[in-house]
């Protein structure tokens, strides 16, 4: 018994010591701390260098080339070491006169001057040079940081004779190769600095295409250095090629921009607020000649259905299943390869036709086989997929998919459906969202248009003065009072029509105000030219029209005898009397009576008759 007791405690002392040995391992391990994993991307920011913009701000200016011949054009270059978007250059240059300084290029580019890397902003003028002399721009004022920065004086020599090829500075050369276009019509553009193999201060994109109206490609941009016959001799190139695609019509024009970096000895004074000695790598910013583009639209007539902005000339290759065995309510891949036969070309970019909704399948919106552009470009083709579901096991075809692209050789649209592909559908169970969908929308058929977005406007359009909402802007409050101004106007207009209809009268002598003006101008006019006739017809027209008020009656029903009466006051009046009778016997006689009637006289009536109608009209 001793001896097992023994053992029994060896064994439980061993167990209790592993026990511990295995907490303290695991307390160890768990105490550990876990190394925190940092964003890859923002191991790399940390990496890059420091931008310094704690230095002060500096400028340089320089003529290149510093010497030209009579008639050349030099650049006149104007360099910071700050961002561009801090720099306010003056919009106006004060040059010589008979010189002009047209603003051209301007970009940044950082360069490095260890440990930090120092912004660098230039901007190009170009300058034509006149005869023989010096062309001096005296030191100006710029804005940078919200400071005054000092441009410094800078001198052009134009000598006599002509500059030898050799001082010539470099420029690029840009080539479109086609600049009749029409909008969305991709070009290529190739853009070419001989003799300068060095690489660029911008990066992935050292070019840029400068003007309005287009986009550029950098998708399919490339760039290398390529040996090129110039001048019978093999030049070193850089080469960038990209797609150019106008956006909007008319002329547009464009030109090419970029940076070339070169180590010099010497030289003009560069920019270095490091302080350091030595090789320090120059930036020039060099720009190519304009180059102008014919734009025109897309013709609205002959657009075909399934146009989507391709254009160019493509071809397409049958489409392809997955299989060609389906069941009812199974999906199937469907793949369509498109090619084109007008190469570079931006079909990277081509859109795919949408999707139709015939009865018997769904067809869902076809996406892309997510190749970089670059590789789509490379390779020669575009790539789509269609996901289509049986609805019944009746279908013995896919559906066709309406495609179209217009061709801008033959400024037609082209048609290229997707044809059917023959299928085989056994029966089977139509998944239950697919169901829901088709009791919603019972109306579906095979020809149901589908909504396209329109083409891109020829002109644009309405455009907003502020973008302030219009409830909070000014005239708004103003804007409220209409409705109130216009009840107020109704209620005006119904109480002057209540009051005309229970005086009758005001209607009538405003009737006969207008009448006996316009008998007058008759009268007058006829006074003029001596017809006696209707001067004296006037005359009883203007008479009985100012009368008629005061009985009432119609002006023609009235005499001389009623006109009289309104003649009955003072003395004045009496004498007025025969006047009246005068010319109402005289047209009468004229008008009734066998005998011709002379009325001649009565235009030498006139002033009587004009005291006569002022009675009248004064008791209207």
């Known amino acids: 018994m001793v001896r097992a007791a023994g053992e029994m405690s060896a064994r439980l002392g061993r167990t209790v010591a592993l026990i511990c040995f295995f907490a303290a391992f695991c307390h160890g391990v768990i105490a550990q701390p876990i190394p925190v994993q940092r964003d890859p991307l923002i191991n790399m920011l940390m990496a890059q260098p420091k931008i310094d913009l704690s230095g002060p701000v500096r400028a340089s200016a320089s003529f290149d080339p510093p010497i030209v011949g009579p008639g050349e054009q030099a650049f006149y270059?104007?360099?910071?070491?700050?961002?561009?978007?801090?720099?306010?250059?003056?919009?106006?240059?004060?040059?010589?006169?008979?010189?002009?300084?047209?603003?051209?290029?301007?970009?940044?580019?950082?360069?490095?001057?260890?440990?930090?890397?120092?912004?660098?902003?230039?901007?190009?003028?170009?300058?034509?040079?006149?005869?023989?002399?010096?062309?001096?721009?005296?030191?100006?004022?710029?804005?940078?940081y919200g400071t005054n920065v000092t441009v410094p004086t800078a001198e052009l020599q134009v000598i006599p004779t002509p500059t030898p090829i050799a001082a010539v500075p470099p420029k690029l050369i840009m080539e479109v190769a086609v600049t009749k276009l029409f909008v969305g019509q991709a070009t290529p553009v190739t853009v070419l600095l001989p003799g300068m193999p060095g690489g660029s201060g911008t990066g992935a994109s050292p070019i840029q295409l400068t003007g309005k109206g287009f986009i550029v490609d950098q998708g399919v941009a490339r760039q290398m250095i390529q040996a090129i016959p110039r001048d019978g001799i093999n030049v070193m190139t850089y080469t960038y090629e990209t797609l150019l695609t106008p956006l909007e019509t008319g002329e547009l024009n464009v030109f090419a921009q970029g940076f070339v970096n070169a180590n010099r000895f010497g030289g003009p004074v560069m920019i270095n607020p490091s302080g350091i000695a030595g090789i320090i790598p120059q930036f020039s910013l060099l720009e190519s000649d304009d180059f102008e583009l014919k734009v025109r639209p897309l013709p609205r007539e002959g657009e075909l259905p399934g146009f989507t902005g391709a254009i160019g000339r493509f071809t397409l290759e049958p489409p392809t299943l997955a299989t060609n065995s389906l069941r009812v309510g199974d999906p199937v891949r469907m793949t369509v390869v498109v090619r084109s036969n007008t190469l570079p070309s931006n079909f990277a970019r081509l859109v795919p036709p949408p999707a139709p909704q015939p009865r018997d399948w769904q067809v869902l919106a076809a996406g892309s086989d997510g190749a970089p552009a670059a590789f789509v470009q490379a390779r020669g083709y575009a790539q789509f997929h269609y996901t289509l579901i049986p609805l019944s096991e009746q279908s013995k075809t896919t559906p066709p998919i309406p495609f179209s692209f217009f061709d801008p050789a033959e400024e037609r649209y082209v048609d290229l459906t997707i044809p059917p592909v023959p299928v085989t559908v056994a029966p089977g169970q139509v998944p239950a969202d697919v169901a829901a969908l088709m009791e919603t929308a019972p109306e579906r058929q095979d020809t149901a248009k589908l909504p396209v977005l329109s083409g891109l406007a020829v002109a644009p359009g309405r455009g907003a003065g502020s973008l302030i909402p219009v409830q909070q802007q000014a005239w708004f409050l103003?804007?409220?009072?209409?409705?109130?101004?216009?009840?107020?106007?109704?209620?005006?207009?119904?109480?002057?029509?209540?009051?005309?209809?229970?005086?009758?009268?005001?209607?009538?002598?405003?009737?006969?105000?207008?009448?006996?003006?316009?008998?007058?101008?008759?009268?007058?006019?006829?006074?003029?030219?001596?017809?006696?006739?209707?001067?004296?017809?006037?005359?009883?027209?203007?008479?009985?029209?100012?009368?008629?008020?005061?009985?009432?009656?119609?002006?023609?029903?009235?005499?001389?005898?009623?006109?009289?009466?309104?003649?009955?006051?003072?003395?004045?009046?009496?004498?007025?009397?025969?006047?009246?009778?005068?010319?109402?016997?005289?047209?009468?006689?004229?008008?009734?009576?066998?005998?011709?009637?002379?009325?001649?006289p009565l235009l030498d009536l006139q002033p009587q008759l004009e005291e006569v109608l002022q009675r009248l009209e004064a008791r209207l």
């Open 77 to 144: 270059r104007v360099t910071f070491n700050a961002l561009e978007e801090s720099i306010r250059m003056p919009e106006e240059l004060k040059v010589p006169a008979g010189i002009i300084a047209k603003p051209r290029a301007h970009g940044q580019v950082l360069q490095m001057v260890s440990p930090v890397m120092v912004p660098l902003s230039v901007f190009n003028y170009r300058v034509q040079a006149g005869g023989p002399g010096r062309i001096t721009i005296r030191s100006f004022q710029a804005r940078a």
């Open 478 to 600: 103003g804007l409220q009072l209409v409705p109130a101004i216009g009840l107020g106007a109704l209620w005006r207009w119904d109480r002057r029509r209540r009051y005309l209809e229970q005086h009758p009268e005001v209607i009538l002598r405003r009737r006969a105000r207008r009448e006996l003006r316009q008998q007058r101008r008759v009268l007058h006019k006829a006074a003029r030219q001596r017809d006696a006739r209707t001067f004296a017809d006037a005359a009883v027209n203007a008479m009985r029209a100012a009368s008629a008020p005061h009985y009432p009656a119609d002006p023609k029903a009235l005499v001389g005898r009623d006109v009289l009466q309104l003649f009955t006051g003072p003395e004045d009046d009496e004498k007025l009397r025969p006047v009246v009778q005068r010319f109402f016997a005289m047209t009468d006689q004229a008008q009734f009576s066998t005998a011709s009637a002379d009325t001649a």
